[in-house]
């Protein structure tokens, strides 16, 4: 058995966690020793107790203590930033990389020597650039669209990927990188793609619990932290034109909701649209709808589909970069929508009419066991 230690940014309540959670609890079930270490804040959700977590702390904060750290952040602060626009994570993660190379040699005294590092997000990768180390892997969640607009992406790039060891959560987040690195002439030591994967007894068990409250009426769904690039407002566009009859219900909390509020009065929505803000356990919510709708403008893999072909409902999501094909195969493909109002809102229509039964077989691609068991398997080149 192995001693893991997984690395995010933070853990809250958004997909890189979830994920990050289910990888744990599932190799710790296999019997491997894991532990999780938050780089900054608490722990907003816990994996089982056989998994050790490690929060609390803030990582840049305590690498700029003494007098090196306190001149470099200041120099960043006043003068580096603004001659290499976006290059604040190079200096910052100089010294946390650092600090975080001490920690992990300190809890190597006490737990014993780790086998494996997964370092999970872009947030992370930048805090820890600085790391080189045969037992780290970098999991890429997301489209880097961020990196792609700096003008020395070059420079960022190689840092954060040269020579690096890579697994990406989908084939189409895997083509995105590969053409990123491409253009920027940069070679990492190794590519390959794992999904995430979800306990799926566990989701169907919870699916059963009884809600409190429930729409009288039928309901389709969405649930997403409410940001931009979940594009809730052309869901709620495409709502109103799709001129159903049915509620719907948007499960999560975020940025955007006073906005999204605002979006469903000036449509004249109030009566048809409910906010069910987060919610620990959102399977009930899509175990009961007709459907789940996804509006999003790019998803790593699109976990949150997969959790609704659990919950036996099919799902309506845009067609768009990431890896949602890779779970609306056969004749789920039916309910992929163009990225824009009119597509969805017709996408939403055929569902009612003529909705697409769930195909259980193909779920198994996703199993949390079976994908644990990959990163358990990878080898450095």
């Not at 893991?4 to 958004?14: A, D, K, S, T, V």
């Not at 109002?341 to 229509?349: G, Y």
Request: some cysteine.
């Amino acid at each position: 058995m192995k001693q893991i230690l997984i690395i995010l940014r933070r853990l809250q309540h958004g997909g890189i966690e979830k994920a990050t959670i289910n990888l744990a609890n599932a190799l710790a079930t296999q019997g491997h020793q894991v532990h999780i270490w938050v780089l900054r804040g608490q722990a907003m959700q816990m994996p089982n107790s056989s998994v050790i977590v490690h929060a609390g702390g803030d990582l840049e904060r305590t690498a700029r203590k003494g007098l090196s750290g306190a001149l470099l952040h200041l120099l960043n602060r006043t003068l580096l930033r603004f001659i290499f626009p976006g290059s604040g994570f190079i200096w910052n993660g100089w010294l946390s990389s650092r600090r975080a190379k001490q920690q992990v040699a300190t809890w190597e005294e006490e737990f014993g020597h780790f086998d494996q590092i997964i370092i999970r997000g872009q947030g992370a990768f930048e805090l820890l650039w600085n790391w080189q180390d045969s037992r780290l892997w970098q999991v890429v969640e997301g489209s880097m669209m961020k990196l792609r607009s700096y003008r020395w992406k070059r420079w960022f790039c190689r840092l954060l990927f040269q020579n690096k060891q890579v697994v990406c959560v989908s084939h189409g987040i895997a083509s995105m990188l590969s053409g990123l690195l491409q253009a920027t002439d940069v070679k990492p030591a190794k590519v390959c793609v794992i999904h995430n994967g979800l306990p799926m007894a566990d989701i169907k068990r919870l699916a059963n619990t009884p809600l409190p409250v429930m729409p009288s009426a039928p309901y389709l769904v969405h649930v997403s932290r409410l940001v931009p690039v979940k594009n809730q407002k052309m869901l709620l566009e495409a709502f109103k034109l799709a001129g159903l009859s049915c509620q719907l219900v948007i499960v999560g909390d975020g940025s955007e909701r006073a906005s999204l509020e605002q979006k469903v009065a000036e449509l004249g929505l109030t009566d048809r649209v409910i906010f069910a803000g987060h919610q620990d356990n959102p399977y009930p919510w899509m175990a009961g709808a007709e459907a789940f709708v996804l509006s999003s403008r790019s998803e790593g893999l699109g976990m949150v589909l997969i959790e609704s072909l659990v919950c036996g409902t099919q799902v309506i999501a845009t067609d768009v970069p990431g890896g949602i094909r890779e779970i609306l195969t056969g004749e789920q493909m039916r309910l992929l929508s163009a990225p824009n109002a009119e597509a969805l809102a017709d996408k939403m229509r055929e569902a009612m009419s003529h909705p697409v039964p769930v195909d259980e077989t193909l779920l198994a691609r996703f199993d949390d066991m079976a994908m644990a068991q990959r990163f358990v398997e990878l080898q450095a080149p």
